[in-house]
């Protein structure tokens, strides 16, 4: 669950720090606000795509940072470990972006640099956003097999049919080496032998190519860390003249005796002290490693040469070099397969005949539990859909069957989602039908059906209510907070019969300071939501009516 946001400079927001609870939250305010901004800012913490214009201008970055409360999200906790980046003693995680005019975006988990393709996949886990592009991926129809998989259960087998199929195809691949006759296989032998005596002379180690970047990092900015560290480690308490740590000392030593007149003095005191007790530490540490750091010339350009190698390898291997060690493995491999190649090629084709009927028979129990569960489904969300605004809509879940020839990691069926929005209608590819408001409330209606098994636990819907109105609004907003009860659910809206459904209420408010215009965020209780309310309902003018309807529209929602 999203605990807590924290906006730095981001688009028109100067600086916003959020907290989040479970239940369904709805944002709202005036158009041109800026309600989207804060998913485009939890979207960027998540992994998405960082645009310079994002930098508020005037500013040279911006930062987001999502805090997230894991739980017991087992998925997320087993992702973090098998990437050595464990969550706090909270089980909390924290996602972090950082993005700057004229230079590549950075990313962080729990606090470590990170690859931006690590936040994306561990966002994966944590958060889904529906938005007026973000719910374009329920047109693909991998997406809409996940989607029915992850409603039948079917994760751990589908990951098992994987694994079978990849240990099939690469079987295969070995086989057909081993099969080639002639020459090709004398030159491909010859060929091996080289780029395996290669490899190994390298002697590359396991990580040993990110140590030496690292290593060679400290190394070519030697001198700036000595000069760096050592001006640090003066400021604290090496410099006869204005060091920190003895005036902080001199300071604590005069409140102590201003204590003794006035006791409010106290917590101040007890604040320095435990400041120059870590202000110690620091310096302690920093002289520590000034005494470790060293200038070795001789190791950086050995280093040099080094790294230079590994990357001539890896070009010649078409690899990036800390895929190098992988690629002598799988070298060896097919070296080991052709110079036994009669016993190989014997014992492959009994493994491979192996791998096949496990692939078929784990394939064709999933296409059976795969065949029940489009049905539920189907009736779920079809359930749905007349009090969705799409009375007399069809829902199906269509399962086209593939040739064994034809077969995929992910089984022997392409799924696709057929709708019909309109009573009379044969249903046709959701890609096909679906407007935009049409898809955003299929999407809802899918969520509702698979919340119970869904491993997403934060939802975000941003307009999911655009182009409703009347009693299907209100149906949109129940729905919602039912969501709610099982996960916790975001939902930016411009209608008052979804905003009054929120468990918790943010407004979204702009203002001009310093000739800028800035974007607030802030939760909104008891009267002021009515007031909110009231403005949803009657615009600019408010009038005792609008006011009353509005606070009795609160009362039966939280009835």
């Given at each position: 669950?999203?605990?807590?946001?924290?906006?730095?400079?981001?688009?028109?927001?100067?600086?916003?720090?959020?907290?989040?609870?479970?239940?369904?939250?709805?944002?709202?305010?005036?158009?041109?606000?800026?309600?989207?901004?804060?998913?485009?800012?939890?979207?960027?913490?998540?992994?998405?795509?960082?645009?310079?214009?994002?930098?508020?201008?005037?500013?040279?970055?911006?930062?987001?940072?999502?805090?997230?409360?894991?739980?017991?999200?087992?998925?997320?906790?087993?992702?973090?470990?098998?990437?050595?980046?464990?969550?706090?003693?909270?089980?909390?995680?924290?996602?972090?972006?950082?993005?700057?005019?004229?230079?590549?975006?950075?990313?962080?988990?729990?606090?470590?640099?990170?690859?931006?393709?690590?936040?994306?996949?561990?966002?994966?886990?944590?958060?889904?956003?529906?938005?007026?592009?973000?719910?374009?991926?329920?047109?693909?129809?991998?997406?809409?097999?996940?989607?029915?998989?992850?409603?039948?259960?079917?994760?751990?087998?589908?990951?098992?049919?994987?694994?079978?199929?990849?240990?099939?195809?690469?079987?295969?691949?070995?086989?057909?080496?081993?099969?080639?006759?002639?020459?090709?296989?004398?030159?491909?032998?010859?060929?091996?032998?080289?780029?395996?005596?290669?490899?190994?002379?390298?002697?590359?180690?396991?990580?040993?190519?990110?140590?030496?970047?690292?290593?060679?990092?400290?190394?070519?900015?030697?001198?700036?860390?000595l000069q760096g560290a050592q001006t640090v480690s003066n400021a604290l308490y090496d410099d006869d003249q204005g060091a920190l740590g003895p005036a902080l000392a001199q300071s604590i030593s005069r409140l102590e005796g201003?204590?003794?007149?006035?006791?409010?003095?106290?917590?101040?005191?007890?604040?320095?002290?435990?400041?120059?007790?870590?202000?110690?530490?620091?310096?302690?540490?920093?002289?520590?490693?000034?005494?470790?750091?060293?200038?070795?010339?001789?190791?950086?350009?050995?280093?040099?040469?080094?790294?230079?190698?590994?990357?001539?390898?890896?070009?010649?291997?078409?690899?990036?070099?800390?895929?190098?060690?992988?690629?002598?493995?799988?070298?060896?491999?097919?070296?080991?397969?052709?110079?036994?190649?009669?016993?190989?090629?014997?014992?492959?084709?009994?493994?491979?005949?192996?791998?096949?009927?496990?692939?078929?028979?784990?394939?064709?129990?999933?296409?059976?539990?795969?065949?029940?569960?489009?049905?539920?489904?189907?009736?779920?969300?079809?359930?749905?859909?007349?009090?969705?605004?799409?009375?007399?809509?069809?829902?199906?879940?269509?399962?086209?069957?593939?040739?064994?020839?034809?077969?995929?990691?992910?089984?022997?069926?392409?799924?696709?989602?057929?709708?019909?929005?309109?009573?009379?209608?044969?249903?046709?590819?959701?890609?096909?039908?679906?407007?935009?408001?049409?898809?955003?409330?299929?999407?809802?209606?899918?969520?509702?059906?698979?919340?119970?098994?869904?491993?997403?636990?934060?939802?975000?819907?941003?307009?999911?209510?655009?182009?409703?109105?009347?009693?299907?609004?209100?149906?949109?907003?129940?729905?919602?907070?039912?969501?709610?009860?099982?996960?916790?659910?975001?939902?930016?809206?411009?209608?008052?019969?979804?905003?009054?459904?929120?468990?918790?209420?943010?407004?979204?408010?702009?203002?001009?300071?310093?000739?800028?215009?800035?974007?607030?965020?802030?939760?909104?209780?008891?009267?002021?939501?009515?007031?909110?309310?009231?403005?949803?309902?009657?615009?600019?003018?408010?009038?005792?009516?609008?006011?009353?309807?509005?606070?009795?529209?609160?009362?039966?929602?939280?009835?």
């Amino acid at each position: 669950m999203l605990r807590e946001l924290s906006i730095r400079d981001f688009a028109i927001i100067h600086s916003l720090e959020l907290e989040l609870g479970p239940g369904l939250t709805v944002v709202t305010g005036e158009t041109g606000a800026g309600k989207s901004i804060l998913v485009d800012a939890l979207a960027l913490a998540l992994g998405g795509r960082a645009d310079a214009m994002a930098v508020r201008q005037g500013c040279d970055r911006s930062e987001v940072s999502a805090t997230f409360d894991l739980g017991l999200r087992q998925d997320a906790t087993r992702w973090l470990e098998e990437h050595d980046l464990t969550a706090d003693a909270n089980e909390q995680c924290t996602l972090r972006r950082v993005v700057e005019t004229g230079k590549p975006s950075r990313a962080y988990i729990n606090g470590r640099p990170v690859p931006l393709q690590l936040l994306r996949e561990l966002g994966q886990h944590l958060a889904d956003i529906h938005g007026q592009h973000e719910h374009q991926s329920l047109l693909r129809r991998d997406v809409q097999r996940q989607i029915l998989d992850d409603y039948a259960g079917l994760e751990a087998d589908v990951a098992r049919l994987s694994d079978c199929y990849a240990r099939w195809k690469s079987l295969e691949s070995r086989r057909d080496t081993l099969s080639r006759e002639g020459s090709d296989r004398s030159q491909r032998l010859e060929l091996l032998r080289h780029e395996v005596a290669e490899l190994r002379a390298l002697d590359l180690g396991i990580d040993e190519f990110s140590k030496l970047e690292e290593e060679h990092s400290r190394l070519a900015n030697a001198n700036e860390l000595l000069q760096g560290a050592q001006t640090v480690s003066n400021a604290l308490y090496d410099d006869d003249q204005g060091a920190l740590g003895p005036a902080l000392a001199q300071s604590i030593s005069r409140l102590e005796g201003l204590s003794e007149h006035d006791a409010r003095l106290g917590p101040v005191t007890t604040l320095l002290g435990e400041a120059a007790i870590r202000i110690d530490e620091a310096a302690g540490q920093l002289h520590q490693y000034l005494d470790s750091l060293e200038l070795d010339p001789e190791r950086l350009q050995w280093i040099d040469q080094r790294i230079a190698a590994l990357h001539d390898l890896a070009r010649k291997h078409k690899v990036r070099p800390e895929e190098l060690p992988g690629t002598l493995a799988h070298l060896e491999t097919e070296l080991g397969d052709i110079e036994n190649r009669d016993e190989n090629l014997e014992a492959i084709e009994r493994d491979l005949a192996a791998a096949r009927t496990a692939y078929f028979e784990i394939a064709r129990a999933i296409s059976a539990t795969r065949k029940k569960a489009g049905k539920r489904l189907a009736g779920e969300v079809r359930g749905q859909m007349p009090s969705l605004g799409m009375p007399g809509g069809e829902f199906e879940v269509s399962l086209a069957s593939l040739d064994d020839s034809q077969a995929t990691s992910a089984g022997l069926e392409q799924a696709e989602f057929m709708v019909s929005t309109n009573a009379g209608q044969a249903p046709r590819p959701l890609s096909k039908v679906a407007s935009g408001g049409e898809l955003s409330r299929i999407s809802l209606a899918l969520q509702v059906s698979t919340a119970r098994i869904s491993r997403i636990p934060t939802l975000i819907f941003d307009e999911v209510d655009v182009g409703i109105g009347g009693g299907v609004s209100e149906v949109v907003g129940l729905q919602l907070r039912a969501l709610g009860a099982q996960r916790q659910v975001i939902c930016i809206t411009h209608l008052p019969q979804v905003a009054v459904q929120g468990h918790h209420h943010m407004q979204v408010s702009k203002r001009i300071q310093d000739g800028a215009t800035v974007t607030r965020i802030a939760s909104i209780p008891g009267k002021e939501r009515v007031q909110e309310i009231a403005r949803m309902l009657g615009g600019m003018e408010i009038t005792r009516q609008t006011l009353a309807l509005a606070s009795d529209m609160l009362n039966r929602a939280s009835a």
